[in-house]
């Protein structure tokens, strides 16, 4: 072993015979451990929310094409021929949407809503919709009740003008996610048209991938079919400001959580600063027998680094257990009829367990670097003077 790594060695495991420099040393590897759990923990959970609402972005259309211009797509029948020739393309629609108002079959309570045209409506029996949870409770109206759809679009009748409606029974209640920006009544492609007037074309035409990932290459494949006058966007494009905003809420959650690592740090800074304090006299021997300034400042950086070491691996083992732990039983539950989940979810990545292991590190060899550096600038005849 080196003559540095020796020294420090030596000095963490002496210093357990001085109470005080023993419980700064504990207080330091405590305070970084349970820093870095913080830190691993609240990744998790936030992974956890954020996974669930990427799964949600990739349930829908993965392209869209719609008009540069204007409403409606001028030559429908070359969008969705140029969507179908993409490799790996299915499910492509025709999308119909408009905005209107949302009542019960009563009239006493109204809303205004977008309503889009979606797969898996059977209008056989009758209209049918899908609408979010809180349009059902604006309206007061659940699954097997009838709400009344009404367009912005208008046709004559023998009183006059009045506005285009439909009566359609509910078929599902979904409950509002991330991905719900405004109220939503989703309705089979024919009552879309029937509402819009749309009786041929399409406002936009949206298509599924096999591989989410190549979603670019595919849009570029579809731009250069069809020119400047459609505008191509991928899943990514669709959510870019959902997508800015997680990316935003971890590195606040990051900055601010890494705060007790730093607050762990200053234990570190005071623990090897008493240290040097109390080797003053070993190190005026060692100086004298031609230790250079450099050896002697490597012993107290090693010193931190065992100390980082120490406490960043048992945080890392209880961030990492305790998130598996509460994920694996469901430990803390959620009521299922407000979220989305039943119980917090936690995700725990390597890559950010890394980063945040190597963070922790830096901190703490960053923070043995000041009073290592005051060490080795001591002359041999003052330490031993300043010692007795």
Not at 155 to 172: E, F, H, N, T, W
Not at 244 to 252: H, P, S
Not at 271 to 297: H, Q, W, Y
Request: charged share 20%.
């Amino acid at each position: 072993m080196r003559f540095e790594p020796f020294v420090a060695l030596r000095y963490l495991a002496a210093s357990r015979r001085r109470t005080h420099v023993a419980l700064i040393a504990k207080i330091s590897i405590l305070g970084l451990a349970l820093g870095v759990a913080a830190l691993i923990v609240s990744l998790a959970l936030l992974e956890g929310f954020q996974d669930r609402i990427r799964r949600q972005m990739l349930d829908r259309a993965h392209l869209r094409i719609s008009p540069a211009r204007g409403a409606r797509l001028a030559d429908a029948d070359r969008v969705r021929d140029a969507l179908a020739r993409v490799p790996g393309a299915s499910g492509v629609r025709a999308v119909i949407e408009g905005r209107g108002w949302a009542s019960d079959s009563a009239g006493t309570a109204a809303m205004p809503v977008r309503y889009r045209n979606a797969p898996g409506l059977d209008d056989a029996a009758g209209p049918t919709a899908r609408v979010n949870a809180s349009v059902s409770l604006r309206i007061h109206s659940g699954e097997g009740e009838v709400i009344r759809l009404m367009s912005s679009r208008i046709r004559l009748s023998p009183i006059g003008p009045i506005p285009v409606a439909v009566d359609a029974r509910v078929a599902k209640v979904t409950l509002t996610g991330a991905m719900d920006k405004t109220p939503e009544v989703e309705v089979s492609e024919a009552t879309a048209r029937s509402l819009t007037g749309e009786l041929t074309g399409a406002d936009a035409y949206e298509a599924r991938l096999a591989d989410p990932g190549k979603a670019d290459q595919a849009a570029a494949v579809v731009r250069a079919a069809l020119g400047d006058a459609y505008r191509v966007q991928t899943w990514r494009e669709l959510n870019a400001p959902l997508a800015f905003a997680l990316r935003l809420e971890k590195a606040v959650i990051f900055v601010t959580v890494a705060l007790v690592i730093l607050v762990a740090a200053l234990n570190i800074v005071s623990n090897i600063a008493l240290t040097v304090v109390e080797k003053k006299r070993d190190l005026g021997v060692f100086t004298a027998m031609g230790a250079t300034p450099t050896s002697v400042e490597r012993i107290y950086l090693t010193l931190g680094a065992v100390i980082g070491i120490t406490g960043t691996a048992a945080g890392v083992a209880f961030g990492v257990g305790l998130s598996l732990l509460l994920e694996r039983y469901h430990l803390v539950p959620l009521p299922s009829q407000v979220y989305l989940v039943t119980h917090v979810p936690f995700a725990v990545y390597p890559g950010e367990v890394a980063a945040v292991a190597a963070f922790a590190l830096v901190t703490a060899i960053g923070a043995a670097l000041l009073p290592a550096r005051a060490a080795a600038r001591l002359a041999p005849g003052e330490a031993i003077r300043l010692s007795r």
